[in-house]
């Protein structure tokens, strides 16, 4: 049967965990948060369940700063730096010509809700320079980006 709450004092418990990988390259050069490929839905069982979510993500700019944000049913959440020119927050990832590497952000949400919700990875550049995901070629970058969502019972 399914799990529908907790007894007291239980909480703390990993009741579900999705995850989202991306083997192909996401490219853009806009200066608007653009989708990745990094997304997926989770339930949560009652409305008063977090949510945490970790990303592990591989990264390269040609150059200038490169931007993360991460969306929950398409509105920003956690970040802690405004993009240049924009109201949207988002994590300030690389700056200067060529970085590349692995970056992890992690972040406990309360969705409030029992309904499917979408969690998802965007990234943006910071003044039309090419930034990357997942982008394979060894010689560039590389690595698999993931994206985990875990429910976690209070």
Same mark, same amino acid.
């Given at each position: ?93 690389? !700056? /200067?010509? &060529?970085?590349?590497?692995? @970056? ?9 809700? #029992? +309904?499917?919700? =979408? ?5 943006? !550049? /910071?003044? &039309?320079?090419?930034?990357? @995901? ?9 690595? #698999? +980006?993931?994206? =985990? ?6």
């Amino acid at each position: 049967s399914a799990i529908t709450g907790l007894p007291a004092g239980v909480g703390g418990k990993v009741l579900q965990v999705v995850q989202d990988t991306q083997l192909t390259n996401s490219s853009t050069t806009s200066t608007s948060f653009t989708d990745s490929a990094l997304s997926l839905n989770i339930t949560p069982s009652t409305s008063s369940n977090k949510v945490l979510i970790r990303a592990t993500i591989s990264i390269r700019s040609s150059g200038g700063n490169t931007y993360i944000g991460l969306q929950r049913n398409g509105s920003f959440i956690g970040g802690s730096v405004g993009k240049s020119g924009s109201s949207t927050d988002g994590f300030t990832v690389f !700056a /200067d010509n &060529g970085r590349k590497g692995m @970056i992890g952000i992690e972040w406990l949400d309360s969705p409030s809700s #029992t +309904s499917a919700v =979408t969690y998802k990875i965007q990234f943006a !550049a /910071d003044s &039309g320079e090419t930034v990357y @995901i997942s982008n394979l070629d060894v010689n560039v970058a590389g690595g #698999t +980006s993931s994206l =985990t969502a875990m429910e976690i019972g209070v």
